[in-house]
């Protein structure tokens, strides 16, 4: 199989999880069999390899989830990389250069397009297979999934089948409906739009063609801040005359919201939480390292991280979004391709952060103009490049670095380190990339 993945911007309405630069799709909260929890990309990508372990993925995104995804998938999945949001059209014209181009996929080749955080079972993904081989086969020049509906939802688009076979002609396509007119569309036997279809990796170049100006990926790619935004249903699907719908009734969740996502949990909390028995339908999330207690709560939601808490009744919580929009506040933690950091402390003119490199990774080498910092290590082995100097370094050492200075860390082990900036105007722009001498590189840099 050929999947493209397609992974949307940041979101705001699980905060305080997500934030600008960590997604809905990037939350660690589903046990695997080892007891170990993983996130949304990382559940759909091991279900893509249990399915087909040689699907070429390739995953269309931002260059703010870039490193995410490295940290939580590795370095052999496809990225597509966007260089701004344009809507699904032109990302997936993009994806479609990139796999014919970069990747070496056959024109021939049939291509399935999913969004990269449904909550499926494996079903689900043996009908993604189905679906490119129909697409495969040629009958229909696009390839749709129709998911049987189970409640008249005005959350959704909705596709009308011309029959109720499990391959159809589409009938017509609807909006986004109130619940009364949802009622109306499930009479006529139609299926939720879950964005989900395929295609021939040629048609789907020729349509790109058709709209838009372009020799090759290289080309589109940096003629794609001047594209028109604009969906795919608007650009292509609502215009094919030969579409198909293929029906899907196998269990399908989009866990958009705080109320929809806690319905997946295997347990009632994740991370130090009491629940006394008090407690009814009530569900804690607490990445911090402090226990949260709750006592006689009903039908509500609690989650902590370093970017705040939220304590809400699971209905309202799906409202959550303005009051967000309106928090100004730095991103206190965030998964890099060479580990992550999370914000201990801010103070007018410092500020503190713990630092996780994995074993064979490293910080790129770089420099501050208008800060000191000063690493301490307190777990791990390592080396420091001090303005071109190697040192090595583990716990317990202590590394100043004065403004100016070029500097990097390069992780042997796993390695942790306390990272202190220190000056008057510290920000995420006074850091300037340089290059670091060619045998002194680790594994990865990011």
Not at 233 to 243: K, R
Not at 254 to 275: P, V, Y
Not at 312 to 327: E, G, N, R, T
């Amino acid at each position: 199989m050929n999947i493209v993945l397609l992974s949307g911007g940041s979101g705001k309405r699980l905060w305080p999880l997500s934030n600008d630069t960590r997604s809905k799709q990037f939350i660690k909260i589903f046990k695997t069999e080892t007891g170990d929890f993983e996130s949304m990309v990382q559940r759909v990508y091991r279900q893509i390899r249990c399915q087909d372990p040689n699907a070429t993925v390739t995953i269309a995104t931002s260059k703010s989830q870039v490193s995410a995804i490295h940290n939580q998938l590795g370095m052999d999945v496809g990225i597509s990389v966007e260089p701004c949001r344009r809507d699904t059209f032109p990302a997936i014209a993009l994806a479609a250069a990139y796999l014919r181009d970069v990747q070496g996929v056959s024109e021939q080749d049939a291509v399935v397009v999913c969004p990269v955080d449904p909550y499926v079972e494996q079903d689900y993904f043996g009908a993604l297979k189905k679906l490119g081989e129909r697409a495969a086969d040629g009958a229909a020049n696009l390839v749709l999934m129709g998911i049987e509906p189970t409640y008249p939802s005005a959350k959704y688009g909705y596709i009308i089948p011309e029959n109720k076979e499990d391959f159809s002609r589409v009938s017509m396509f609807k909006e986004k409906p109130d619940e009364e007119t949802a009622k109306t569309y499930l009479a006529k036997g139609a299926l939720w739009n879950g964005g989900v279809f395929a295609f021939r990796l040629g048609y789907m170049l020729k349509r790109a063609h058709d709209l838009i100006d372009f020799t090759d990926y290289h080309d589109l790619y940096h003629k794609y801040e001047s594209l028109t935004k604009i969906s795919f249903d608007y650009a292509v699907a609502e215009h094919e005359p030969h579409i198909e719908v293929m029906r899907f009734g196998g269990m399908w969740k989009d866990l958009g919201t705080w109320n929809t996502l806690t319905e997946a949990m295997e347990s009632e909390s994740i991370g130090k939480a009491i629940l006394n028995e008090t407690c009814e339908n009530v569900h804690v999330i607490n990445e911090l390292d402090v226990p949260v207690l709750c006592m006689g709560l009903k039908d509500a939601v609690v989650s902590a991280s370093p970017e705040g808490i939220l304590v809400s009744d699971k209905a309202q919580s799906s409202y959550i979004k303005p009051f967000v929009d309106a928090i100004d506040q730095q991103i206190m933690f965030a998964e890099k391709s060479w580990g992550s950091f999370r914000v201990i402390d801010i103070e007018e003119g410092s500020m503190t952060i713990k630092v996780t490199l994995n074993a064979g990774h490293q910080m790129n080498y770089h420099s501050h103009e208008r800060r000191d910092e000063v690493w301490t290590v307190i777990d791990g082995e390592g080396r420091t490049v001090i303005d071109g100097a190697e040192q090595k370094v583990r716990a317990g050492d202590v590394i100043e670095m004065k403004a100016g200075t070029p500097h990097t860390i390069i992780a042997d082990t796993a390695l942790q380190v306390i990272e202190v900036q220190i000056g008057q105007d510290i920000s995420v722009g006074d850091k300037k990339k340089l290059h670091l001498i060619p045998d002194r590189k680790a594994k990865h840099q990011m």
